[in-house]
């Protein structure tokens, strides 16, 4: 069984700052792509970046230039550091997985709250 455990959410200010971390648990083999998706009510998750086990990094371009993932491949962790934090992050984010069990697939954790005050 794989678990990703989320942490690090909460309310802030505009222009604010926040780190969410992502912790990945159980029996597996490898982890490939890391990454952060986020979710509003009434809308589709969103990819917000992503990164790799080279350390390759992606972006939505919303949160080019405001956010920065990275990863401890030894401790199979992911954050996601947050600067100048505006009122439309606000959303549900949620950590994502590939992992190598007896297959490739995908996995999410609970999800965790952001929430930006103008």
């Known amino acids: 069984q794989v678990q990703l455990v989320e942490s690090g959410g909460g309310l802030v200010q505009a222009g604010g700052s926040l780190r969410l971390s992502c912790a990945a648990s159980?029996?597996?083999?490898?982890?490939?792509?890391m990454g952060w998706y986020r979710q509003t009510p009434g809308k589709q998750r969103e990819l917000v970046a992503t990164i790799t086990s080279r350390l390759t990094t992606n972006y939505a371009d919303s949160v080019k230039g405001r956010f920065t993932i990275s990863r401890d491949n030894a401790k199979k962790m992911a954050s996601l550091q947050m600067n100048n934090l505006k009122p439309e992050d606000t959303a549900v984010y949620y950590c994502?997985?590939?992992?190598?069990?007896?297959?490739?697939?995908?996995?999410w954790g609970q999800g965790t709250q952001v929430t930006v005050s103008s």
């Open positions: 159980g029996s597996f083999f490898s982890i490939d792509s």
């Open positions: 994502n997985a590939e992992v190598l069990t007896t297959s490739w697939r995908d996995y």
